[in-house]
């Protein structure tokens, strides 16, 4: 038994950081919201060439096969650096397309999700009702009343998030090159996908309320009023130290859930995980805004970008009453 | 990354079927009474019978030399089998794990085997009455005499005190020293000449604890654990285990969390999702404690200011979770019973082993390295 990352994932996880602290990632995050997605896309290559979207594929595929714990790993430093587009949304589609099995439309998308060359989005109604970045997604997807169909983009809605590009969609045509569009096996990968979406969010939010952790830490040692660093006083390390707390115990959830994906626990575990990461990053984000002060409340700050997004996230991939629901009647029954 | 349990499964299979065969079937009274100080040590006896009572320690002591592993895993299975709390929790939890680390060859053989056995039964003496949070201002003294020292003061809020056999607790022994400086750690027999012990009514009325008076009461030399004057370092080297994983383990909330669980199945209204949300949280938090065991014990560095991030956690989960198993009684949660008397004990978690907000001055300083104020002490604190 060993429940802490091995060497190589921890490489990993620490070879990502680097890569994604060159990358000035809220700049690019703000182009993002502004419609210039070049400087996102050039990113989602690098990451596509550090191997992310290869870990949700599997070998047959061009894959490294399904890997949670390095996939947690790597949608942690997501979050901690405010990657805009569709890393969740791609990842549950390559999971969908893997669990369908054989046929003409995973193999033309799994290939490309893995190297990088495909972006893929998905709407889950009721939990995951827009789909992420629809106009930059080369394939996007929905599941109508159990028929896995093509999703057509409508208007874009704005979210608190300026980074998050949700869409409307209506359901299409079921894509070309399924040949069976609904029942049992279409159910399952459906379910599938939504707990890796469910999981990779949990894992992001974790990665939201460390960063804003860090942050709103720097910002406590330097800032100064009455003479003294504000970090000194007892009511700004009380606040900090409740949101240490909340990270120290969702960090185990989301590793636990990672191991347990695709077993029998899997959507109780990711619902465990998914519920701790949202109040601990939320907790996150709260404190930051008000430790940061009027700074914090301003659009052209950095951080505020990260505290949007742990409001954001806090409700995407299912809202936290909805996944203490799925831990109680798993637990109970009913 | 694993979850691998399978090497301790022997091990828990053994544990399982005995308590299976032994575990009393109706609840010992409770172990704040006199009557069920007794049936807790008669128990404490039979535990070690078996070599079920220290898994964790070297068997010349009468343990098994059980993995970090296989001891959480007996304390998943202890506590899922509903067995008695554990009355000799203060000298195997705390007072061991100091002698492990600071006691004399001849300490270890006299005081582990009868702590093992339930027949010598330890309280703990920190607090005073002006010296709480603020430990380090403690005034009860310790004075050179011929072949040892002559105690004298006043300590309080001593767990168990009302009904154990030996106490253990810091002496200021150089009274020029200030504060951290000078202090002794000692053993103490409580029936010793010279101390008088008042039992103090817990909130619920049990005489959980009590108040020591010390009238030049002798302690020879061979109870000075460490160094005369080191009693601080000595004290804190260990503080972590109380607010660690090793007072509180992750089994004792898994198993609760699971009971409240099965609460809500046979009382719950289905259409009260603000209580559901509430026994989800319960077993999701006690679920993230049993995550959070293993990964501490995956790792190789040692947990020193982390646990006070466990405390924090453990006692506030263990309120909550009371509180909503009381709630879910509805007019039957005043009502004497197992989960008012698990309440009762969880309101005192904030407050013993160095209240929560000391707790949070440690992880604000010692871990996220804010800066440090005047007078932000953190003791090594109480348990009861």
């Given amino acids: 038994m060993k429940f802490v990352l091995d060497a190589e994932q921890k490489l990993f996880g620490e070879t990502m950081d680097k890569l994604l602290s060159g990358a000035g ?310 | ?88 929790q203060n000298g195997i939890n705390l007072l061991a794990p100091t002698l492990f680390q600071h006691g004399t060859p001849e300490q270890l053989a006299r005081v582990l085997p009868p702590m093992a056995s339930g027949e010598v039964i330890w309280a703990q003496a920190w607090s005073e009455p002006g010296a709480g949070s603020d430990l380090a201002s403690l005034r009860a003294s310790a004075t050179r005499a011929d072949g040892g020292w002559l105690l004298n003061g006043q300590k309080t809020w001593s767990s168990r005190a009302a009904f154990a056999d030996w106490g253990f607790g810091l002496f200021r022994s150089d009274p020029e020293a200030e504060r951290h400086r000078g202090l002794s750690y000692l053993m103490f027999p409580l029936n010793a000449e010279g101390i008088t012990r008042r039992p103090i009514g817990r909130i619920d009325g049990k005489p959980a604890f009590a108040e020591l008076f010390f009238d030049d009461v002798f302690v020879p030399d061979r109870d000075v654990i460490g160094r005369p004057g080191d009693g601080w370092r000595v004290a804190m080297s260990t503080a972590g285990n109380e607010r660690g994983l090793t007072l509180r383990s992750p089994g004792r909330f898994m198993a609760a969390a699971s009971r409240l669980v099965e609460l809500w199945r046979t009382h719950g209204d289905p259409a009260d999702t603000a209580l559901r949300d509430r026994v989800a949280d319960a077993w999701i938090k006690a679920h993230a404690y049993r995550l959070k065991g293993f990964e501490t014990i995956s790792r190789t560095a040692g947990v020193g200011a982390e646990s006070s991030v466990n405390k924090v956690f453990w006692s506030e989960l263990d309120v909550a979770l009371h509180e909503t198993a009381l709630d879910l009684l509805g007019p039957d949660g005043e009502l004497a019973g197992e989960w008012l008397e698990g309440y009762v004990f969880s309101l005192a978690g904030p407050i013993y082993a160095g209240t929560n907000e000391i707790q949070r001055n440690v992880i604000a300083e010692r871990i996220l390295g804010l800066p440090r104020a005047l007078n932000s002490a953190h003791g090594p604190g109480r348990r009861p």
């Fill in chain 1, 25 to 334: 990632t809220p700049a690019v995050a703000r182009d993002w919201a502004a419609g210039t997605q070049e400087p996102g896309l050039a990113l989602w290559r690098s990451l596509a060439d550090a191997g992310v979207f290869a870990l949700a594929v599997p070998e047959s595929a061009g894959g490294a096969g399904l890997l949670p714990v390095e996939l947690v790993t790597a949608f942690g430093e997501i979050g901690r650096h405010g990657v805009p587009g569709p890393y969740a949304e791609t990842v549950a589609v390559a999971v969908l397309l893997a669990r369908l099995g054989s046929g003409p439309l995973p193999a033309a998308w799994l290939p490309r999700i893995a190297e990088g060359s495909a972006i893929a989005s998905l709407a889950l109604p009721p939990a995951v009702p827009y789909a992420l970045d629809a106009d930059v997604a080369d394939v996007v997807l929905t599941v109508d009343g159990g028929t896995l169909r093509s999703a057509i983009p409508g208007a874009i809605r704005a979210s608190l998030d300026p980074a998050r590009r949700l869409f409307s969609v209506t359901a299409g045509d079921v894509p070309a090159g399924v040949a069976a569009p609904a029942g049992a096996r279409v159910a399952a990968a459906t379910a599938e996908a939504y707990d890796m979406g469910v999981l990779a969010c949990a894992a992001q939010l974790a990665g939201v309320g460390r960063r804003l952790l860090e942050v709103t830490v720097d910002y406590a040692k330097t800032r100064r009023q009455f003479g003294r660093p504000i970090g000194e006083f007892q009511a700004i390390k009380h606040h900090l130290a409740n949101v240490l707390v909340g990270l120290e115990y969702t960090r185990p959830l989301v590793h636990g859930a990672a191991l347990a994906y695709g077993s029998p626990d899997s959507p109780r575990e990711v619902s465990a995980a998914k519920a701790a990461a949202s109040d601990a990053a939320y907790l996150a984000a709260r404190i930051a805004l008000q430790v940061h002060g009027a700074i914090g409340y301003t659009d052209e700050y950095d951080p505020s970008l990260l505290i949007r997004k742990a409001r954001a996230l806090y409700s995407a991939w299912g809202s936290p009453a909805s996944h203490r629901a799925r831990v109680v009647s798993s637990l109970a029954g009913g």
């Fill in chain 2, 1 to 88: 990354m694993d979850l691998d349990l399978s090497p301790a499964e022997p091990f828990r299979a053994e544990v399982r079927e005995w308590l299976r065969a032994h575990v009393p079937a109706t609840p010992l009274p409770s172990l704040e009474t006199g009557k069920g100080f007794a049936a807790h040590r008669a128990w404490e006896r039979e535990l070690h019978a078996v070599r079920l009572s220290v898994v964790s320690w070297p068997e010349e002591y009468g343990g098994r030399n059980a993995t970090p592993l296989e001891w959480l895993v007996f304390e998943e299975e202890y506590y899922a089998a509903g067995a008695p709390g554990r009355v000799s």
